[in-house]
C-alpha cells in the first residue's frame, strides 16, 4: 500500500493545468483538427481522462457507470487490448459530446479519482496514477502543438494569447546577441545511459545499461535562427549532397523551403508563433525542423547530429532546468548567457538525435494494455533529447526519450550540433 496525500495533489495540479491552458481559448477551437497527426482540444481532455477511468476507475469501482459507454471507443487511441478505437483521422468530426459534456465527463473521473487516491492505493495503482499524470503532460503539449497547427493553416492567423505592446517587446526582443557558441570535448568511454529508477519514467527509458562512446564534441547551445538563415541563404534546400535520401525525397516534393511556422509579409520573414506573427529573432533557436532538415543543417555546417547517448551523457552532469517565457504560451526564447557548459538542454526545443528509436538491452513493455503506451512505436523513428517550452513542468529528465517520425516538424523541434573527435 502507498502512501497517497502528495500524489493526489499531483494529479490535481496536472487536471487543473489542462484546464487552464485551455482557458484563452473559444468553444469553437476546442474542435479543431488540422492533420492526421493532431487532434483536437476537445479529445485530448476527454482522452485524459479515458486513460484514468479505463486503467484505474473501471477496474477498481465494480458499481461505477461510465457516462456514455460509447466513450470507450470514441476516446481510445491506440490500445487494441482494451477495445477498437474511433478513426484517428476523424477526431475533428466529434460534434457531440459537447464542450460541456466532456468537462462533465472530466469531473466525473475527478471524483472517482479523488475517492481512490483518497484511500490506500495498491503499487500497481501507484505506477497507473504516475503514469496517467505522465500521459496528461504530454497530452498537454500535444495541445500547445495541435492547436498550433490548426491555427497556422488559417489564413486569419488566430492567436492564443494576445500580449500588450510592452509584452511583446520582451519576448521578442532582438537586441541582445546570442551566446558565443563552444564546444565541449567528452572523452567517452564506457559509460551508464538510461533511467535509475529513483523516480517514475516510462517503459522506454530503460533498464539502465552501459553503451561504448567514441571521444566526441558538443556545441554549447542551440543551432540559432540566424544561423539557419545562413543555411537557407547558402542554398541549403538545393544542395542535394547535404541530405538524407528520403529528406531530399520529402523536400522535393513538400516544395520546403524553410522550416514550419517561417512565413513571409510584406517581403519581410516573420515566425508564426501562439502569439501571432512575429519577426524573427536571430539568436532565438531555430525550431519547428523535420529529422531531416536537422541533419541536413548539421552536414552544411561540418558537423552531426549527436546519438542519444553522447546527449544523455554530457547531460547527466547538469541539473534539468531551462529559462521558460513567462507567458502561458510556449516559444522558444534566447538564451541569457549562463555560465553552464551545456545551454538550452531544457525548455527551449526538443532536440533530434541521429538514434533510432529501438529498445534498450534488456527492455520489457509494461505489463497489460498499457504495455502498448511506448514499445509499439520501436520503429521507424528518432529519438529526441532534452524538453520544449511546450514541455509541462517537471515532467523532463535526463533519460527521458522522445520519438518522432524525421518528416514531423510541428513539435518544437530544433538541434545542437555534434563533432566527432
Ligand atoms: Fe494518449
Not at 201 to 228: A, I, K
Not at 399 to 414: A, K, L
Request: proline content about 5%; hydrophobic content about 35%.
Amino acid at each position: 500500500m502507498k502512501n497517497k496525500s502528495t500524489l493526489l495533489t499531483k494529479f490535481q495540479r496536472c487536471r487543473k493545468y489542462s484546464i487552464d491552458i485551455c482557458e484563452p481559448l473559444v468553444t469553437e477551437d476546442y474542435s479543431l483538427q488540422a492533420e492526421i497527426f493532431t487532434s483536437p482540444t476537445k479529445w485530448h481532455i476527454a482522452h485524459t481522462s479515458w486513460f484514468f477511468e479505463t486503467f484505474l476507475i473501471k477496474p477498481h469501482f465494480k458499481n461505477y457507470q461510465t457516462p456514455n459507454p460509447q466513450y470507450a471507443v470514441l476516446f481510445n487511441s491506440y490500445y487494441n487490448a482494451v477495445g477498437p478505437q474511433f478513426s484517428r483521422n476523424r477526431r475533428g468530426l466529434i460534434s457531440r459530446p459537447t464542450v460541456s459534456e466532456v468537462l462533465e465527463y472530466r469531473s466525473v473521473v475527478d471524483e472517482y479519482m479523488q475517492k481512490l487516491l483518497s484511500s490506500d492505493i495498491t503499487a500497481e495503482q501507484d505506477y497507473l496514477v504516475r503514469l496517467g499524470i505522465a500521459h496528461e503532460q504530454q497530452h498537454q503539449e500535444l495541445f500547445f502543438t495541435d492547436l498550433k497547427y490548426s491555427f497556422y493553416l488559417n489564413p486569419v492567423f488566430p492567436t492564443y494569447q494576445i500580449l500588450s505592446d510592452s509584452e511583446q517587446t520582451s519576448l521578442f526582443a532582438t537586441q541582445t546577441i546570442a551566446t558565443p557558441n563552444s564546444w565541449h570535448n567528452y572523452d567517452g568511454g564506457l559509460v551508464d545511459i538510461g533511467s535509475k529508477d529513483e523516480v517514475f519514467s516510462f517503459d522506454n527509458e530503460g533498464p539502465r545499461h552501459r553503451q561504448w562512446l567514441q571521444p566526441f564534441t558538443l556545441s554549447n547551445r542551440l543551432v540559432t535562427n540566424s544561423e539557419y538563415l545562413e543555411f537557407i541563404a547558402d542554398g541549403g534546400y538545393q544542395r542535394s549532397e547535404l541530405w538524407l535520401s528520403d529528406g531530399w525525397a520529402l523536400i522535393q516534393k513538400e516544395q520546403w523551403q524553410k522550416p514550419l511556422y517561417w512565413n513571409e509579409i510584406d517581403g519581410l520573414l516573420h515566425n508564426y508563433t501562439l502569439h501571432g506573427n512575429q519577426p524573427i529573432n536571430p539568436n532565438a533557436p531555430v525550431c519547428h525542423l523535420s529529422g531531416y532538415e536537422a541533419d541536413a543543417f548539421a552536414s552544411w555546417a561540418g558537423a552531426r547530429l549527436p546519438t542519444e547517448t553522447e546527449w544523455e551523457h554530457a547531460a547527466q552532469s547538469q541539473l534539468v532546468i531551462g529559462e521558460k517565457s513567462k507567458f502561458l504560451t510556449p516559444h522558444p526564447i534566447q538564451d541569457s548567457h549562463t555560465s553552464a557548459d551545456l545551454t538550452q538542454l531544457y525548455q527551449q526545443c526538443w532536440q533530434w538525435t541521429s538514434s533510432a528509436y529501438s529498445p534498450y538491452p534488456g527492455y520489457k513493455a509494461a505489463s497489460g494494455a498499457v504495455g502498448e503506451y511506448n514499445g509499439k512505436f520501436m520503429a521507424n523513428q528518432l529519438v529526441l533529447k532534452g524538453s520544449s517550452c511546450a514541455t509541462s513542468e517537471n515532467h523532463a529528465r535526463v533519460s527521458y526519450r522522445n520519438f518522432f517520425y524525421p518528416p514531423d516538424r510541428w513539435q518544437f523541434t530544433g538541434l545542437r550540433l555534434a563533432k566527432s573527435q
